[in-house]
């Protein structure tokens, strides 16, 4: 197959969605190449060259074999675990291995990049990914754009977070805490993942866990739905889920994610809101991301986090509506547009 070239930077494991994106570039004429990571560096090479005239060669070699990245047109950065598949054998070679890795494969992903001199486009930059992680931030920068955010306390002390528990329980409103990150804890071989958790008594009367890590504290919104509101350029494609018709779901809908699959629903957005969350998706330098909202009782809309490699295939594949929300044929279409003609640069706000 002839025609421009997009990287697929990914893992071994992902879902079903690199394979239907690639699937829909071919068919607009882009030949995509899946880099795992995770089978960095056993059994996928990467090689640059800088040379002192200043002409760089890289090579990936991949199972299917040779690609000259200097061919490549546009980067999708869709997932990352490089050195993940090291063997714990290696003992105390293995965190510094994984971390050559990691910086190897971040350096060649960011040297093919829009930032370098000779870069193409991506969806999106490692550093504007990375940027996005901060939750502060996207709750402030939300707010500037007319979003509404709930009443937040990020903390340590635990006096703090005792303080905010009881204003807001004078106010006749509950408390809830959750992680920043993905947070999950391995014990045994099976992963144990900290949900979204009432503060009741006893969590309020145990806070000295704070002093080893921070936490999230916001007000506890009385629900309706949930929505999850993906961006891709310009466009979203947003569906509710209803949470609140079981016990189990009422504080996180991912408790019971599976069952929830089939459920989800199409929803559309106030213009004013949706304009605001793609302002506020491309404030950080992205072209994708997916982005959580609350629909309380009184039908407010409320925005809680924007998430740049957020989860999506399952609104695509499984949205009550067939055949769903396109997702994968807007990701594609941006991808094989910036391949071809290139794309606005999104400048990201410091």
């Known amino acids: 197959m002839t025609g421009p070239l997009a990287l697929l930077v990914t893992r071994s494991d992902d879902n079903a969605s690199v394979r239907a994106v690639g699937a829909l570039l071919e068919a607009r004429g882009v030949r995509p190449v899946r880099l795992d990571t995770d089978l960095y560096p056993e059994r996928v090479a990467l090689s640059s060259r800088l040379m002192p005239a200043g002409a760089v060669s890289r090579r990936l070699r991949v199972a299917d074999g040779v690609v000259d990245l200097n061919d490549v047109a546009v980067v999708w950065y869709r997932r990352f675990l490089a050195g993940g598949g090291l063997p714990q054998g290696l003992g105390d070679l293995r965190p510094p291995s994984v971390e050559e890795a990691r910086r190897t494969t971040y350096g060649a992903i960011a040297a093919l990049g829009a930032d370098a001199f000779d870069g193409v486009p991506q969806l999106d930059p490692l550093a504007a990914v990375r940027r996005c992680d901060h939750k502060e931030l996207q ?110 779901t009422k504080l996180d809908w991912r408790k019971d994610g599976v069952g929830l699959l089939h459920d989800w629903v199409p929803y559309a957005l106030p213009a004013d809101v949706e304009k605001a969350l793609v302002q506020l998706v491309h404030s950080f330098g992205l072209g994708y991301a997916a982005a959580d909202f609350v629909v309380t009782a009184d039908d407010e809309l409320v925005f809680l986090e924007v998430n740049a490699g957020g989860e999506w295939y399952w609104l695509d594949a499984h949205c009550q509506k067939a055949p769903g929300l396109p997702i994968a044929d807007a990701i594609a279409a941006w991808l094989a547009r910036a391949a071809t003609i290139g794309v606005p640069h999104l400048t990201a706000r410091p």
């Open 139 to 248: 709750l402030r920068r939300a707010q500037a754009l007319g979003l509404r955010v709930p009443d937040t306390l990020i903390t340590n002390d635990a006096d703090e977070a005792r303080a905010f528990v009881l204003e807001l329980r004078a106010r006749g409103r509950q408390t809830i805490t959750k992680m920043q990150s993905s947070f999950a804890v391995w014990r045994g071989g099976e992963e144990h993942v900290v949900f979204t958790s009432v503060v009741d008594d006893d969590a309020l009367s145990d806070l000295a866990g704070l002093r080893y890590c921070p936490m999230q504290f916001q007000e506890l919104l009385p629900k309706r739905v949930e929505l999850r509101a993906t961006v891709v350029g310009d466009n979203v494609f947003c569906a509710a889920i209803d949470s609140q018709r079981d016990d189990k």
